[in-house]
């Protein structure tokens, strides 16, 4: 049994040259396996039931001469139509008046783009201690870009 070590004076001449490129098989396997992965599941995680979709449709608000118009100033300050209402149960005892009509009118909520959610808020409260049915916000389209 023989064994090389090296030369007695250590330069190694006798030494074969070291190989010090990367080899790159592996990579190129682990990356062609997991192509093949993704080729299979992908056509899985895209497929999903048919469904019909609502459509979007925005009317226009139908101004009525019994619905009830409802403001909310950047303050906080509730308005009926124009008169300014000092109270949330005064806004109440109002609705209470309107809601035993037959047909019940509607309730429109114009709320300022400044307007605290609280102060808004407040009047769907109002609305449902009242007996309101219908509740609408009033809002201004988006710009056409």
């Given at each position: 049994m023989a064994m090389n070590v090296g030369s007695p004076d250590g330069d190694g001449s006798d030494d074969p040259q070291m190989n010090s490129s990367i080899n790159t098989t592996p990579l190129v396997d682990v990356m062609l396996v997991l192509l093949i992965i993704f080729l299979i599941t992908i056509p899985v995680v895209t497929q999903?039931?048919?469904?019909?979709?609502?459509?979007?449709?925005?009317?226009?608000?139908?101004?009525?001469?019994e619905n009830i118009l409802l403001a909310v100033s950047r303050d906080g300050d509730v308005y009926w139509n124009t008169k300014r209402m000092t109270d949330t149960e005064e806004v109440v005892k109002m609705l209470k008046k309107e809601a035993v009509k037959d047909p019940q009118p509607e309730v429109h909520i114009r709320g300022d783009q400044e307007a605290r959610y609280e102060s808004v808020g407040r009047l769907v409260v109002a609305c449902q201690r009242a007996g309101i049915a219908k509740v609408g916000f009033i809002t201004e389209p988006p710009p056409n870009q």
């Open positions: 999903s039931i048919k469904l019909e979709l609502p459509k979007e449709r925005n009317l226009p608000t139908q101004t009525k001469p």
